[in-house]
């Protein structure tokens, strides 16, 4: 039985699994609700940035066409259908947003106070969410329809989609300390989400039954994923350190204390190190088994880099409640894109598309 196959088949017992786990943390957030909702953080980061990823890869597909994306569409086209249902799952973080984030509970936080005014306020925030999600959704249901080369859609999909990464990834992540600020944060994030996707591929589905070697096509763009995430993630702390600035050093330092740092070297030998030293033989890129397993592993990095991301904000604690999140709402959205999402989108696009 298919990794799919299984999802299609648990599907119901998946969102159960998620309910429950949703409701232990909830629990959690009685007592804690600042480690509970950034464990919420953690996993809404996680999920909706697979699928975000899933989204930029078929919008690329959509402008320039080619024969690489037919073995990806049916694990990708799901996850690119379920972006409508993270309005739901995002309203726990809008409606605990004071004990998330600083500037919400108090403008005071935030140093400018003309940012604090104009940008990091609570409607603000709420209304550019729901212009993010509103247009990820339509163009995603837009690109999952037209399956084949659609220009028309594809280019306003990916102006959009560049834009909004970076307004997403400024909003609900670096905002968790409102003096940080990165200009190549979003690029960062953007890369490291179509990597998680390839990841996702490549876990579920690395050969189809009808792509018999081509397994070292999906190995080859996760190796440039991973090479373009080493580098922009690289470049961001170089400019940090080069400019030597007090509040940017603190962000950083406070991630060098335990369980931080231990976390995000899992996260570079996993999502950077893992995929391009394991790849780089033939045999290996051409093998599915290595290839899922490399997909895991990926995965596995890039969570604990998002846990970095949030975590040391909320304290050791927020781990805990992040693998929780993770497991509440995963279970949640892997019972609907392998249920009734994938029931309905189970063509390929055509082979020269």
Known sequence: MTPQAWLRGHAGRLVLAGMVGTALLALWGVAAPGVALAGWLVAFAFWFGLALGAHALLAVHALTGGRWLAPLFPVLAPAVASMPAFALLALPLL????????????PA?????GVAQWYLNLPGFALRGAVLLAGWSIFGLLLVGSGARR????????VFHGVAVSVFGLDWLLSLDPDFRSSAFGMALGVTQVLAALAWAALLEPEPADFRGKAGDLARLMMAAALGAIYLGFAEYLVAWYGNLPHKAAWYLRREALPWIRLEAAAVALSAILPVATLLPTVMR???????????????????????????QFGPWAVGSAALGTFGMGGIWLGLTGGP???RLTREVPHGA
């Open 95 to 106: 409606l605990g947003a004071a004990a998330l984030w600083p500037w919400a509970a108090d």
């Open 109 to 113: 936080a935030v140093t400018s106070p």
């Open 151 to 158: 220009p028309a859609v594809a280019a306003p999909a990916m």
């Open 286 to 312: 051409r093998s599915p088994r290595v290839l899922a397993w490399v997909g895991m592993g990926v995965l596995a990095g890039i969570w604990c880099h998002l846990v970095t991301l949030v975590g040391p």
């Open 341 to 343: 999402f994938a029931a």
